[in-house]
Every structure is written in C-alpha cells, then in structure tokens.
C-alpha cells in the first residue's frame, strides 16, 4: 500500500492520534533506511558469530530464503517459495540449506491440487469470454508478484484471440515504480530474462506492449486515466481483498452487467469472504487461485533435497493430512504459536588455539589418523569471544592416560589367544563381543565400554588386559 493511503486511513481512525504518527511517511522512511540490502549468497557477519545469508526463494523478484549458520550448527529458513521452472524470479536455491541442523519452514501452498498454469489458463479465458461478449474484466491483485506473469499471459491471449487493440490498465499508487523495479533488478531474474536484459532487451514482453499503450499504468483513477480509459477493456488494480483500493471503484462500475466479468486470483482470500458484503453481483464472478508457492509433493522434494536434521513445521501443515511429508531422515516439530520449540542439536566440544608457551616441551605421540596427542593441566577461560588457555604445572604423579580405538576383529583375535572363544554382534552405536561358554560380554558403544560378567573376577581381570591390550598409552 502507498505511504500517503496508510497515512489518510490512519488519520480516520478512532486512534488517529497514535496510529497515524507511526505511520507518516517520513517516519516510516527513516525506518527503511536503516534496512540494509544484500544480493542472493552474500555472506553477512552479525556480531562475529553468526552469518547469514540469503537465498533466492523463486516466489517473486527478490523474495528470500535465509540460512543462519554458527561455528557449529546451521539453521535454514523456508519461507514462501516456488520450485516452478516457468516463472519470472530466479529459480529456488537449496544447496546452502543442504544437511542444516534445523529446517523452519512455513508459507507453503495453501490451495493444493490448483495448478498455477492451468489457473493461468483459466483466467485468460474467462478474460477473453468478457471480452467477446462487449465486456470489462476486473482483476484484483497486489502490484508485485504474479502480477508480472499475468500481464505476459493474457496480452498473448488476446493477441492470439484478435483482440489486441483491448487496453490493459494497471491501477495502483506503486504502479509505475512496480514495473520499474522489475527492469532494474535483473540479478533477481530468472536467466532467460536477466540473459534479455544485458543484451538491451525489455525482459518481460508486456513493456514492449507499455510503449505501444497496449498496456497502461496509473496511479490512481485520475484525470489522466478518465482520458485513457475506453471499454472493452481489463483492469488490473488493487486490493485483491475488495476492502480497499481502486478496485472497489470498477467493482461499483461494472458489477450490475453480466458481460463483465471479476477474476480473483488471490489464494489467501476465498470468493465467499470477498464477495459477501457486495451480494448480489450480476457480474460473473471467477476464483482462479494462482498460487506458485510448494505445494505438498514439491515441499517434500524439497525436504529430501536438503536432509535437515530437524524439520519445524507450523501446526497448521504439521496436522494436515496434505503435508504429511514421509521423512525418514530427522525428525518433525510441530511449532505452535507462542510457544518455544526445542532444538535437539549437540554442543560440539569447546576449541581454543593453544599457542607456543602452551605447548612448549609436551610430550606428543602420533595417533594412526596421522594426529598427535599430548596431556597437561590448564584451565580456561572465555573473553572477547576467544578461549583462552593457560598452562598449569603438572602434578607430582600422574597416572598413564589411554586412547585409541576399539576393533572388533582385532579384540576377538586377542581373546583367542588367551584361549576364549568369542564372536561379534553389531549394533547401531557399536558392537558387544559376546563369551557363551563363559557368560560373559564386552559391550563397546558410544556411551562407553562396559565388561559384564557373572561373579567371576579372574575372567573380568583377563578381559581387561584384552582390551587394555588393543589401547596406547602416554
């Protein structure tokens, strides 16, 4: 909505006093222009420990996508998106949300099974049966989005139907800097478009169709576009809701003759809701719901492209039978308004740089990964977002550490040396070498190594010396 219109609605408000301050256009400026502006995969530090980055959603020209990452854990952000190969925007970017931590996801479709071609389709030709018939066609719409793809649309259907010399008026106070904005910005676009931009092209064909005044903008319905206007015609204008805008202006106009025709496009307002304070319509009224945004089958190709770890779904998607995305490899949170979500993420342990004063005269041994690994006493402590370590004198006596890594073939064989008959179960964290004549196991999970045996100490003695047996010490 335009400034100058939030700012006389507010003024007529019960609250004007309040509502209409926060909302004067200079105020307002001043807020956007502490918004900074980044390009698709531009990497911005906050506070040296988190970087974000946006990422082409493909929903509209620069509609984003974000990841938020950290040294340890990545998160990414899904908000309206559209996986469609045949639209204007550059096309959904998913790479650098591969394998995240947490996946949030929310603005999916909300009309499911209403392909936004076939509703293209179907706009066109109840557009063009008004047309045929002497009428007008209204179409309500926000000036940004798939507006820019309507107008290629249906200036085709006309040309193809003979009806070329219908006029096309986009009413809307941002009309003018709307399709401006679509022509600067062709880094947003897809590359078929951007490709026509760098080479002197108009990008999309309903310019080249702006200078034959086939297609017209206006900022409101002014003496300019009183002089322009002449029926037939279409009317793109806004709001898509009917509650504001110029479109209630042709809505008044045209709705007592049943040659013109209402197409609402809008999946986020029902035909029902719209249309009821304006019963009864003699207009022929059409709800073809364009919605690019991932429906159900094309969201869970999304899930299975980028395999997070944790997927958040609104509850609204969560319960819904639509949305029940069959994903095998993390698992689903539901979001509730208001209510905290609990992300099961491990803390890596902490890192710290050891320098030379540290390290200096350590005793290291090489691990077979080709690391070394050395023991002291230090302590740490954090400042300026820095670890850091300083070196404690080594105690009087200090007891051998142990390290290295169990192998199960390599334990049994050292058990069958000592004359014990062994063998191996696997298990998802590990394995257990089970001893049937003797009732006894050695369990070697991630949650340690346990030896288990039945009130015999000589057995459990000469099961430690075999694992001991398979572990360096320093």
Not at 20 to 37: D, F, G, I, M, Q
Not at 44 to 54: E, M, N, P, R
Not at 62 to 84: E, F, M, Q, R
Not at 455 to 472: F, H, K, P, W
Request: aromatic share 6%; net charge negative.
């Amino acid at each position: 909505m335009h400034l100058s219109t939030l700012a006389h609605a507010a003024r007529r408000s019960p609250h004007a006093q309040h509502v209409a301050e926060l909302l004067e256009p200079e105020a307002v400026k001043n807020c956007l222009e502490s918004v900074e502006t980044v390009s698709y995969d531009q990497p911005i530090t906050i506070v040296g420990a988190i970087t974000v980055t946006a990422l082409s959603s493909g929903y509209a020209i620069g509609a984003s996508n974000w990841v938020l990452k950290s040294a340890s854990h990545t998160v990414g952000y899904l908000g309206p998106s559209s996986s469609a190969i045949s639209r204007h925007p550059m096309p959904l970017a998913t790479t650098a949300m591969q394998n995240c931590d947490a996946l949030i996801a929310c603005g999916l479709a909300r009309r499911l099974g209403a392909s936004p071609d076939r509703m293209v389709a179907e706009l066109c030709n109840n557009i063009g049966l008004a047309i045929a018939n002497g009428g007008c066609a209204l179409v309500p719409c926000a000036p940004f989005g798939v507006v820019f793809d309507l107008f290629d649309a249906v200036l085709a259907h006309l040309a193809a139907m003979q009806s070329s010399t219908v006029p096309i008026f986009f009413v809307s106070p941002t009309a003018k800097n709307s399709l401006a904005y679509a022509n600067i910005f062709g880094h947003w676009l897809c590359a078929s478009k951007s490709e026509r931009l760098n080479s002197a092209e108009w990008p999309f064909n309903h310019h080249n169709q702006i200078a034959a005044k086939s297609l017209q903008h206006f900022p409101a319905i002014d003496a300019a576009f009183l002089a322009a206007y002449r029926e037939p015609c279409v009317v793109f204008a806004d709001h898509p809701s009917l509650r504001m805008g110029d479109a209630l202006h042709f809505l008044g106009l045209w709705r007592a003759n049943s040659a013109n025709a209402l197409i609402l496009t809008d999946p986020d307002y029902g035909i029902d809701e719209v249309l009821a304070p304006f019963l009864p319509v003699a207009m022929r009224a059409s709800y073809c719901p364009i919605d690019p945004r991932l429906g159900a089958q094309a969201f869970e190709a999304v899930v299975r492209e980028t395999r997070p770890r944790q997927l958040l779904l609104p509850s609204m998607y969560a319960a819904s039978a639509s949305y029940s995305v069959k994903y095998e490899d993390g698992t689903i949170l539901r979001l509730e308004t208001g209510v905290p979500a609990r992300l099961a993420v491990r803390e890596p342990p902490p890192r710290a740089i050891l320098t030379d004063e540290v390290t200096r005269g350590l005793l290291l041994q090489s691990l077979p990964s080709g690391a070394s690994i050395g023991a002291f006493r230090a302590t740490i402590n954090r400042k300026d977002d820095a670890n850091i370590v300083t070196r404690l004198p080594a105690p009087p006596q200090t007891h051998a550490a142990l390290h290295g890594t169990l192998d199960s073939d390599a334990l049994v064989t050292a058990l069958q040396e000592k004359g014990l008959d062994a063998h191996v179960e696997d298990c998802p964290d590990g394995f257990v070498v089970r001893l049937p004549a003797s009732n006894a196991s050695i369990s070697v999970l991630s949650s340690g190594t346990t030896i288990s045996t039945v009130s015999n100490e000589t057995l459990r003695g000469v099961l430690r010396d075999a694992v001991l047996s398979q572990l360096a010490r320093f």
